[in-house]
């Protein structure tokens, strides 16, 4: 039997477009998801500020370092836990040090931290 040509939609095509429609929209939520990391970068956080006049030689760097495959500091490599997490000490020398905390992600992107110390020995110090 031959149905007539009528303009109007039955309820099994609209819930297939709605099905169509919502399963692009969740396709594209997961991709935005799941870009998050190319599209942040490299991300260096220092957890602690060390001061920037110091009375000791040590001072101790720690962060954590995400989306990176390489990690500097100093142009020498430094590495991270399992968790991003690092912990370097530097050793300051006499005067004024600057540091740099580089990170590279796997697409070539770097981000770099850069802080300043001056390091004055103790017996150096005068009390009035």
Do not use: C
Request: charge should be neutral; charged fraction near 20%.
């Amino acid at each position: 039997m031959l149905r007539p040509i009528t303009n109007t939609l039955e309820l099994r095509d609209i819930l297939k477009f709605l099905g169509i429609a919502i399963s692009i929209l969740l396709f594209g939520a997961y991709l935005s998801f799941q870009a998050r990391y190319l599209i942040a970068g490299p991300q260096l956080i220092l957890d602690y500020e060390p001061p920037v006049n110091n009375t000791t030689r040590v001072v101790e760097l720690t962060g954590t370092a995400t989306n990176i495959t390489h990690l500097w500091l100093n142009d020498r490599p430094i590495f991270t836990d399992e968790k991003g997490h690092f912990k370097e000490a530097l050793i300051l020398e006499n005067g004024y040090t600057i540091t740099t905390l580089k990170a590279r992600d796997r697409y070539g992107r770097e981000t770099e931290i850069v802080r300043s110390f001056v390091y004055t020995p103790a017996s150096i110090i005068q009390y009035n």
